[in-house]
């Protein structure tokens, strides 16, 4: 028997609970590892409070989390992976765990800290999903709502690596933080408008939503066309005539070992916030639904 942390009802950080729970068996093209590092996305706190109860109910008792990075120890028929490979990857039944299932594993570089390995899966695979699915090409201004956040600090430094010019929302305390990525960073709130027009003389060509904080009719305002603004945070999105972006899955599976090369190369930053145990997990969701985060946030069984 192995711990896990589930959840058998939705609610507060306090309906997860260490549980004892048998190591999951390693399907076709699967492999299991043993966890080093789990990430704690938002996501998991939406589907935890049953946010997302109407879109995919959950089968309880439900093991939270998207990505983890860990050692091989169970390899299934067809995958690629060997037994003692250090990995990285989208979990298969959650990652909040001792142990979990990967499919397309990645290897992880020395280069790469377990910490940092965990946290770029998740938001590395959608900030590149989310550029790739608004075409903003080299030239053209890219407005990023949210540029501080886990999501928004890495589609701000693909952006920027490419030739984008890039503004991003940010509080006071992000302003540093954003503009060494090479962006301009505004305050959002009140006035918001103003300041990115004040920053791009020549307009806004795409928004990137990262933010869900009630920005999308002046964003659309702003570029002249719903078609050009894509949100990974606001559930009106269809009010808007806006794009809601879903999903980890990429072309290919291509972006996730181009992140990952890019990070060990030192091309990309991934801010880790804070570590927390295996047992600590409601602590975490607490943290973060409070916002005391500055970067992600990683349980380390």
């Known amino acids: 028997m192995s711990t896990a942390i589930t959840f058998s009802e939705y609610g507060t950080p306090e309906v997860l609970r260490p549980t004892e729970v048998a190591p999951p068996e390693a399907g076709p093209g699967q492999v299991r590892i043993k966890v080093k590092a789990a990430s704690v996305n938002p996501l998991d706190m939406k589907i935890r409070s049953g946010l997302m109860a109407k879109v995919a109910p959950a089968r309880f008792p439900v093991t939270p989390g998207l990505d ?3 050692v091989v120890e169970a390899v299934g028929e067809g995958a690629d992976a060997a037994v003692g490979d250090e990995v990285l990857g989208a979990t298969v039944g959650g990652s909040y765990s001792e142990y979990a299932l990967l499919e397309r594993p990645v290897a992880k570089p020395a280069a790469l800290s377990w910490e940092v390995a965990a946290s770029l899966v998740t938001v590395g695979q959608t900030a590149h999903r989310v550029l790739g699915q608004l075409g903003v090409e080299a030239g053209q201004t890219l407005l990023v709502h949210g540029a501080a956040g886990s999501v928004g600090f890495i589609a701000v ?7 984008i010019t890039v ?13 060494a990525l090479g962006a301009t960073a505004v305050h959002y709130g009140d006035g918001w408008v103003e300041r990115v027009k004040a920053a791009a003389p020549g307009g ?8 869900g904080a009630g920005v999308l009719a002046d964003s659309v305002a702003l570029t002249g066309d719903a ?3 894509i949100t990974i945070a606001d559930m009106s999105a269809q009010q808007h005539g ?10 290919g599976g291509q972006a996730l070992p181009e992140l990952v090369q890019l990070a060990a190369d030192g091309l990309l930053t991934v801010p880790v916030w804070r570590t927390y145990s295996l047992a600590e997990a409601a602590l975490a969701h607490a943290d973060l639904e409070a ?7 990683v349980l380390l069984p």
Do not use: P, Y
Not at 204 to 211: E, G, I, L, M
């Open 167 to 179: 503004i991003g929302t940010v509080g006071e305390k992000d302003v540093e933080r954003v503009t």
């Open 68 to 70: 983890a990075a860990g």
């Open 227 to 229: 078609a050009k603004v």
């Open 204 to 211: 806004v060509d795409f928004v990137f939503d990262a933010s």
């Open 242 to 251: 806006v794009r809601f972006s879903a999903g980890t899955a990429d072309q």
């Open 291 to 297: 916002h005391r985060n500055q970067g992600k946030a």
């Open 157 to 163: 430094q693909l952006a920027v690596a490419r030739g």
